[in-house]
T-cell receptor
Framework: NAGVTQTPKFQVLKTGQSMTLQCAQDMNHNSMYWYRQDPGMGLRLIYYSASEGTTDKGEVPNGYNVSRLNKREFSLRLESAAPSQTSVYFC?????????????FGEGSWLTVV | DAKTTQPTSMDCAEGRAANLPCNHSTISGNEYVYWYRQIHSQGPQYIIHGLKNNETNEMASLIITEDRKSSTLILPHATLRDTAVYYCIVRGGQNFVFGPGTRLSVLP
């Protein structure tokens, strides 16, 4: 998936616990994204980062924080996990080098909050 | 970004062409049409994109109508491994907005 790596792949949390999902890319992507996908639904954008040091809210940002410390890494943090945050999380990157600027996804992180 | 409308599901016989339609009647002049697919719960995979002209690559062809209000993704010889959810996305700004897509089932 074009050099987008997510960790961990699987995680079980208790309600109220915190955790950070890590995403790293080696394709020199300018923009990076975090999506979540619930069963039978399409992907919904949580946060995105158009460039290093900038972040913006997407469609469903509540309960999440993000950090784009450098160009390669974009992390997603759950400060106090809730069962409603049980989902599959996808990180993605986009470069500005080609026409149309395609977006490339990682393999996903499965998170269960009990 | 313009919204898209796709059928919920489609079937296709193995070896035949799969034609997946997408309506995007509110598309504006600088918005591209993208197609992605998602197999099981893997990360979405890029297939093809275009602006005005028809496009072809090793995976598929994209036919965009002259008025750009609709498009069709063509998988020329569908295989069982093409069974997936296919997403049509119109993007002009920063974000890619995914709808529910079309669930394509390739039948033996």
């Amino acid at each position: 998936n074009a050099g987008v790596t997510q960790t961990p792949k699987f995680q079980v949390l208790k309600t109220g616990q915190s955790m950070t999902l890590q995403c790293a890319q080696d394709m020199n992507h300018n923009s990076m994204y975090w999506y979540r996908q619930d069963p039978g639904m399409g992907l919904r954008l949580i946060y995105y980062s158009a460039s290093e040091g900038t972040t913006d809210k997407g469609e469903v940002p509540n309960g999440y924080n993000v950090s784009r410390l450098n160009k390669r890494e974009f992390s997603l943090r759950l400060e106090s996990a809730a069962p409603s945050q049980t989902s599959v999380y996808f990180c993605a990157g986009r470069s500005y080098r080609d026409s149309g600027n395609t977006i490339y996804f990682g393999e996903g992180s499965w998170l269960t909050v009990v | 970004d313009a919204k898209t409308t796709q059928p919920t599901s489609m079937d296709c016989a193995e070896g035949r062409a799969a034609n997946l339609p997408c309506n995007h009647s509110t598309i504006s002049g600088n918005e591209y049409v993208y197609w992605y697919r998602q197999i099981h719960s893997q990360g979405p995979q890029y297939i093809i994109h275009g602006l005005k002209n028809n496009e072809t690559n090793e995976m598929a062809s994209l036919i965009i109508t002259e008025d750009r209000k609709s498009s069709t993704l063509i998988l020329p010889h569908a295989t069982l491994r093409d069974t997936a959810v296919y997403y049509c996305i119109v993007r002009g700004g920063q974000n890619f907005v995914f709808g529910p897509g079309t669930r394509l089932s390739v039948l033996p």
